[in-house]
């Protein structure tokens, strides 16, 4: 039977795990919420750096206030003044009416900057302001609105070595960075990957209505012995797959997905970057959904990123985009024996 868990829960977001690394984290969260200071949260793609935002905004005094997200990676440039701190009608082709931005929008309450490291140059002296002063302007006007608002930002890039060159503006990255938050990535809290994986069995089960009732030991020990580069994120859609794909009450991955499943040696974590790690897991990833990057069964969706962020990625990694291979035909539906999966992951491991 699936055991019970006892996350910590922040609205409708749960935090699960008991490790020390994330023990760590939360404490740190308990006492940064009532700072009310600019927050970096800084940690790999898919480490929960948005759940973490929303754990500080939930425990400060500003929890009754809204919490406004934004991508700085998922929108176009040319666009992203606008979202930030909107625009008048009639400022730009196809501005019909004034629009509040998200500045305007998280008055009295928290706005999260996500993949901050994305932020065209142009538009970070005009963050800037509004972080130090709390004012700006809405795009084709000239009256300054001022609001009351936290920001919390994230990225998964060193800020500081694109400070070095020259991608970002040393004042706002000293400006953000007042109280820094490092989010370890799963591979240092492989501890808690029973208790997440868990969580997500419940979770998709419920929402497809499957009664799933357990999930094998040999399964639980065989997650907590990969890499996961794509952290929580990755853990969560390879139990999204799974549950889909059991046919019983017990959960059965994909015999094949397993087989291609291993640990990284010691000596090949050491020697890779962040970047050259993202960007084989991308690769992989790519190669699985025969280059689709799009759509449902894409590789944006398998990586949990919007599409538009998956193709930054690619050209900033130097993947070049190229014909769809023949799809993989989908595994048989039919349970697989226990005996044949615990072969399968003898010898992935």
Known sequence: ML??????????????GH???????????????????????????????????????????????PFVTLNCAAIPGALLESELFGHERGAFTGAVTQTKGRFQQAD????????????????????????????????GSAHTIRVDVRVVAATNQDLAQLVSARQFR?????????????????????????????????KYATRLGKPMESVPEEVLEF???????????ELQNFIERA?????????????????????KTPAESDTR????????????????????????GGAAAALGLPRTTLVYKMK????????????????????????EMAAAMAGAL
């Not at 055991?3 to 699960?16: C, G, M, N, R, Y």
């Open 3 to 16: 055991s019970k868990l006892d996350p910590v829960t922040h609205s409708d977001e749960k935090i699960v």
């Open 19 to 65: 490790s020390a690394a994330l023990r760590s984290v939360l404490e740190q969260v308990a006492i940064i919420a009532k700072a009310d200071s600019v927050t970096l949260i800084q940690g790999e793609t898919g480490t929960g750096k948005e759940v973490i935002a929303r754990a500080i905004h939930e425990q400060s005094y500003r929890s009754r206030g």
């Open 170 to 202: 040393a004042d706002l990255y000293y400006r953000l960075n007042v109280i820094p938050i490092y989010l370890p990535p799963l591979r240092e809290r492989t501890e808690d990957i029973p208790e997440l994986a868990e969580h997500f069995v419940r």
């Open 316 to 339: 900033r990694l130097g993947i070049e985009t190229r014909k769809a291979y023949k799809r993989p035909q989908l595994l048989s539906p039919l349970p697989v024996a226990r005996r």
């Open 273 to 296: 970057t962040f970047a050259e790690a993202e960007r084989d897991h991308i690769l992989a990833v790519l190669n699985q959904t025969g280059w689709l990057i799009g759509g449902r």
């Open 243 to 263: 549950v889909v794909m059991s046919q019983t009450s017990v959960l059965r991955p994909p015999l094949a997905e397993l087989k291609q499943m291993r640990r």
């Open 223 to 233: 997650l907590k012995y990969h890499d996961w580069p794509g952290n929580i994120r």
């Open 108 to 139: 009295g309450g928290t706005l999260f900057l996500d993949e901050i490291g994305d932020l065209p140059l142009e538009l970070q002296p005009k963050l800037l302001r509004a972080l130090q002063e709390q004012e700006f302007e809405r795009l």
